[in-house]
């Protein structure tokens, strides 16, 4: 049955036609409660999303879907292990890599609780050891730089929260992700080091992707030139699940991070994949990190649908994108420890949502993921709200903020987060004609004046936000956040019926570029494809002295 027959679907569009006309600023004049209603506290984590376009008649009508398509056997099934990433028949089990409570997580039976827990142990022991000079390199120096080579779900993640743990790093070695294939990203990281006390990370599940795998025999010869050969063991270890290659390449096993095909590239960075993060803030806050993540998760598990906060993210997030016809979501932290957020949700909600048949191959008969960007406030109140305020597209947005600053000048922060608050304020509240008019008459300008430059000073209003203010960007609040962030992706994509865990379009470009790779220094000009790539290769093969 397609979605868009269902009952709670038809009604949903009937309540949307309803209540369009009544603004957002009139419902909270109606409704003193209505702050009360439509916010959530998890612990110090304040997630307010009175200010969507939405009535209680509204969330009722989402709950009402979320039962229609299933969403709560959706999470029950992941959770159980079961392989819901069916066009890869894999379970689907990050959950677990986060999991504190006792018990089994069986995957064809297989309880992988033990191996996910040695795999912390050796990861933790690592870290710690790299952290403490204990681990050191081929000539007894201690580590003093840590390169990631890594790309997509083994590079985003990490990057990201290393990132947003500065402050949480300041004692550890410096962080450096290098992931592009464009050889300036790795020189221009690699002039900066001295070999001697720089270890290197491969992180790559597959450890064949041809960036990283470049990116690593470059930083390899780089190494071997200043130190030798017998150096490799000492300065590179590796997070795959390809024990063979890994060991192709000169590392030894026990210098190798594994994980499980049941981990997506873009749900890894709680497995070994978050070995940097280990690094960079210690075992011990990496163990915050997946603590944090697991309180969501349990919330996620157990919490009634009308209360779960992932559950009523994701349904307003359908609202917005299918009802309201948001087709893009800025993801605005007035936070700049949180800068490289809006990246690491590009992929974790497109790549995830990015699809366009259910999970029988049929085509989703509504849109699905919405395009996903941002920059940090107060930045982009320069650049780009002009469109969110007045442009006559409607797009919705998370804001985000610490209550506390994690950095040393304090003065700032009530600038900053006067910012956010006037911003969604704003947003919501809009400008009508007459109250343009009325402001530009109290400013003095004539009757001409006011009716020429009136219609520029309307806002509409009622642009739909989400608040998300928190004590402390900490490693639990931040876990918190991400796993908020991917199960809200999750039902998503159970409303949808599609598959969030596979990525063809991925791996297409990944078998597309190794085709063309030998055309570009071959004896003869390119023929084989289109006249626009051919003519692009060959022009290329010309400036390259072809
Ligand atoms: C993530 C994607 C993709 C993947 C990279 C790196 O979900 O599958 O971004 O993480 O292509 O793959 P490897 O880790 O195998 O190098």
Redesign the pocket.
Known sequence: MSLTSLDAWKQLGRHRDAIADVPVRQLFADDPERFARFSFRFDDLLVDYSKQRVTAETLRLLGELAVATGVEAARDRMFAGARINTTEDRAVLHVALRRTRPGAVRVDGHDVMPDVQAARAHLSRFADDVRSGRWTGATSARITDVVNL?????DLGPAMVVDALTPYGREGPRMHFVSNVDGAHLDETLRRLPPATTLFVI???????QE?MANARSARAWLVAALGDAAVGRHFVAVSTNAAAVDAFGIAASNMFGFWDWV?????LWSSIGLPIAIAIGAAGFDALLAGADDMDRHFETAPVAGNLPMVLGLLGIWNRNFLGADTHAVLPYDQYLRRLPAYLQ?LDM?SNGKGVTRDGAPVDVPTGPIVWGEPGTNGQHAFYQLLHQGPRLVSADFLAAAEPAHGLPTHHPLLLSNFFAQTEALMRGKTLEEARAELAAAGLDTDAVTRLAPHKVFPGSRPTTSLLYRRLDPRTLGRLLALYEHKVFVMGAVWGINSFD?WG?ELG?VLANRILPELDAAADATGHDASTNGLINHARRLRGH
Not at 150 to 154: A, E, F, R
Not at 203 to 209: H, L, P
Not at 264 to 268: F, L, M, T, V
């Open positions: 890594g790309i997509g779900g083994s992180a790559s599940k597959t450890f064949t992707t990283t997506g590239g873009r749900y890894s992929q790549e990525q991925v990944k």
